[in-house]
């Protein structure tokens, strides 16, 4: 599944170190762009989880079909 998502192209953001210290960081670009990825991922966010009703209900089917060649195929 493909699709645009829309996402900061600068990000600040306070994290935890190994020892459990506050860092603040700064992300431009790609990398804002992977941050923001990777925090959707530990909120249990998927990239359907952006996408709109109507495009949901499509990719709904395609991922309904899928799944069903999968079950069939075993």
């Known amino acids: 599944v493909r ?6 192209s600068t990000l600040t ?3 935890l ?7 603040s960081h700064l992300r ?6 992977i ?7 530990l909120w249990g966010r998927l990239i359907i989880d952006h996408f709109s009703v109507d495009d949901n209900r499509r ?7 899928l799944v069903d060649e999968y079950k069939e195929s075993r």
């Not at 170190?17 to 860092?23: L, P, Y």
């Not at 941050?35 to 991922?41: I, L, T």
């Open 13 to 15: 953001f306070t994290a």
């Open 3 to 8: 699709g645009k998502v829309a996402r900061y």
């Open 35 to 41: 941050v923001q990825h990777e925090y959707d991922h």
């Open 28 to 33: 431009e670009g790609y990398h804002a762009r």
């Open 17 to 23: 170190d190994v020892n459990g210290e506050e860092t």
């Open 59 to 65: 990719i709904g089917t395609l991922l309904q079909y």
